[in-house]
């Protein structure tokens, strides 16, 4: 399974080699710790509620 998804990336990245720059840049922010927790904490936050309760 993971050859197969290995040669579909390859087919996509050689069929489309601007893809090569999204992918560069996705992996350059995934590589950094605190972009990532950032990231998570906005897709958190609407489900954070409104008030705490004391």
């Known amino acids: 399974m993971r050859w197969l998804i290995l040669g579909a990336l390859l087919g996509l990245l050689l069929a489309y080699p601007s893809l090569l720059a ?3 840049v996705v ?6 710790p605190v972009l990532v927790a950032f990231g ?15």
């Open 22 to 24: 999204v992918v560069s």
């Open 27 to 32: 992996a350059a922010i995934v590589s950094k």
């Open 40 to 54: 998570l904490g906005l897709a958190a936050r609407p489900h954070l509620p409104r008030r705490w309760a004391r």
